[in-house]
T-cell receptor, first 115, second 111 residues
Framework: DAGITQSPRYKITETGRQVTLMCHQT?????MFWYRQDLGHGLRLIYY???????DKGEVPDGYVVSRSKTENFPLTLESATRSQTSVYFC??????????????FGPGTRLTVL | GEDVEQSLFLSVREGDSSVINCTYT??????LYWYKQEPGAGLQLLTY?????DMKQDQRLTVLLNKKDKHLSLRIADTQTGDSAIYFC???????????FGTGTRLTVIP
């Protein structure tokens, strides 16, 4: 499929389990981002990546791990899930982050529930 | 991150104009954006404005920027039921790779 996809779309897990959310884009965009969306907080950046093997923390990185071995994939791992990580997670990508061409394209989201 | 604030809810009647407001705190913002999120979907860029502009019009959408007051607004003319969604403003600060998003405003259009 062309564009940006996320899997799974829905996930229920238990406290303490490891969970990996997948993100895949077909545009060869350099930049990829992970956000979480919570009521009253809007979207908050967890991690982002400027290119393969380059990642950086965002606003709320604690409890999350990312990797980017290939340009098109940017998985997000919750090493030991907690209830506070129940949220909707969005992946996004952009060609650049400077001026024209920096539009971020969003995936459909993954709704994660931690019991 | 910098605070970007929006009202959480707005209701308008079909055919009326909607005005969604946003305030931000970082005076170094270079670009400001409006994104739309329809139910169960990701965000889609609606429009953006450079910080050296004070107005941008795109069909039914008008963006107004007051840099002095750090206030951004999105006006939707002739609002339709298909405009019902959550609208997010976002800012890009000078030198930053990421965007800072507001809390989102849920627009409900009443037929």
């Amino acid at each position: 499929d062309a564009g940006i996809t996320q899997s799974p779309r829905y996930k229920i897990t238990e406290t303490g389990r490891q969970v990996t959310l997948m993100c895949h884009q077909t545009w060869s965009h350099s930049y990829m981002f992970w956000y979480r969306q919570d009521l009253g907080h809007g979207l908050r950046l967890i991690y982002y990546s400027a290119a393969a093997d380059i990642t950086d923390k965002g606003e709320v990185p604690d409890g999350y791990v990312v990797s980017r071995s290939k340009t098109e994939n940017f998985p997000l791992t919750l090493e030991s899930a907690t209830r506070s990580q129940t949220s909707v997670y969005f992946c996004a990508s952009s060609e650049s982050t400077r001026g024209v061409g920096d539009e971020q394209f969003f995936g459909p989201g993954t709704r994660l529930t931690v019991l | 991150g910098e605070d970007v604030e929006q009202s959480l809810f707005l209701s308008v009647r079909e055919g009326d104009s909607s005005v969604i407001n946003c305030t931000y705190t970082d005076s170094s913002s270079t670009y400001l954006y409006w994104y739309k999120q329809e139910p169960g979907a990701g965000l889609q860029l609606l429009t953006y404005i450079f910080s050296n502009m004070d107005m941008k019009q795109d069909q039914r959408l008008t963006v107004l920027l007051n840099k002095k007051d750090k206030h951004l607004s999105l006006r939707i003319a002739d609002t339709q039921t298909g405009d019902s969604a959550i609208y997010f403003c976002a800012e890009r600060q000078a030198g930053a790779n990421n965007l800072f998003f507001g809390t989102g405003t849920r627009l409900t259009v009443i037929p």
